[in-house]
C-alpha cells in the first residue's frame, strides 16, 4: 500500500490554465506538506499543515492556494499557471508526537507539471 | 532563518570507493538532521536521521552519518560503494521551533558510481 500518494503523476498544460494536485497519506500523519523541486533539484517547502489548519507558508504566490478537506488530504491548487511554475511537486506527510515535536517527513511520488 | 550546504554538487566514483558526501547547517538551536536520497525518477526517501544521543547514526543500505555540533556539520560516509548508489542525496535540517516543522534542504549532490 502506497503510504503517501500524489495524482496526477505528470501534468501537461497551457500558460494561463488553472490545474490541481491531490496528495492522500495513508499513515495517520497529523501534518501535511508541500515542497517544490525546481529544474536544478533544488527543494523548497510551500506549505504546512497540521490538523487541516494551515501552520506553514512560505513566499509563494497566492495563485498557489492549499486545501486541507480532512487530515489525510492536502491539495495544491495552481491558478493562472506560468512558465516558472514547471517544477516537480512533493507532498510529504509526519506525525507529530505528543509532546509536540515533528517527526521524520514521509515523501510522495512527486508531480511533474510542465507548463507550456 | 536557517541555510543548509552541501560543499559538492556532483561526486563520480568507481564502485567499492567510499563515500563522503559533506552538509553544513546554519542555526544555532536544537536541530533535527536528515539525509534523503532520490534515486533517478523516484521520490525521495529517508536514510537515516539524528535526532539525540550517539552523534553517530546508521541508516539503511550501509550508510551512516556523523553530528559534530562543534561544526555544524552532519556528512555522510559509505564505506564502499555499489553503482544502484548512483542517485541525488539530499541534507536536510528541521530547526526545532514552536511552529511547523520545516524541512531546510541543502542544493543536493548528484553521486555517479561508475560499475
Known amino acids: 500500500d502506497t503510504a503517501v500518494s500524489q495524482t496526477p503523476k505528470y501534468l501537461v498544460t497551457q500558460m494561463g490554465n488553472d490545474k490541481s494536485i491531490k496528495c492522500e497519506q495513508n499513515?495517520?500523519?497529523?501534518?501535511m506538506y508541500w515542497y517544490k523541486q525546481d529544474s536544478k533539484k533544488f527543494l523548497k517547502i510551500m506549505f504546512s499543515y497540521n490538523n487541516k489548519e494551515l501552520i506553514i507558508n512560505e513566499t509563494v504566490p497566492n495563485r498557489f492556494s492549499p486545501k486541507s478537506p480532512d487530515k489525510a488530504h492536502l491539495n495544491l491548487h495552481i491558478n493562472s499557471l506560468e512558465l516558472g511554475d514547471s517544477a516537480v511537486y512533493f507532498c510529504?506527510?509526519?506525525?507529530?508526537?505528543?509532546?509536540?515535536?515533528?517527526?521524520?517527513?514521509?515523501f510522495g511520488p512527486g508531480t511533474r507539471l510542465t507548463v507550456l | 532563518a536557517q541555510s543548509v550546504s552541501q560543499h559538492n554538487h556532483h561526486v563520480i566514483l568507481s564502485e567499492a570507493a567510499s563515500l563522503e558526501l559533506g552538509c553544513n547547517y546554519s542555526?544555532?538551536?536544537?536541530?533535527?538532521l536528515f539525509w534523503y536520497v532520490q534515486y533517478p525518477g523516484q521520490h525521495l526517501q529517508l536514510l537515516l536521521k539524528?535526532?539525540?544521543?550517539?552523534?553517530l547514526v546508521k541508516g539503511i543500505k550501509g550508510f551512516e552519518a556523523e553530528f559534530i555540533k562543534s561544526k555544524f556539520s552532519f556528512n555522510l560516509r559509505k564505506p564502499s560503494v555499489q553503482w544502484s548508489d548512483t542517485a541525488e542525496y539530499f541534507c536536510a535540517v528541521n530547526a526545532l521551533k514552536a511552529a511547523g516543522n520545516k524541512l531546510t534542504f541543502g542544493g543536493g549532490t548528484r553521486v555517479l558510481v561508475k560499475p
Open positions: 542555526y544555532g538551536g536544537t536541530v533535527n
Open positions: 510529504a506527510s509526519s506525525p507529530k508526537t505528543g509532546t509536540g515535536l515533528y517527526n521524520e517527513q514521509f
Open positions: 539524528y535526532f539525540s544521543g550517539d552523534p
Open positions: 499513515l495517520g500523519h497529523d501534518t
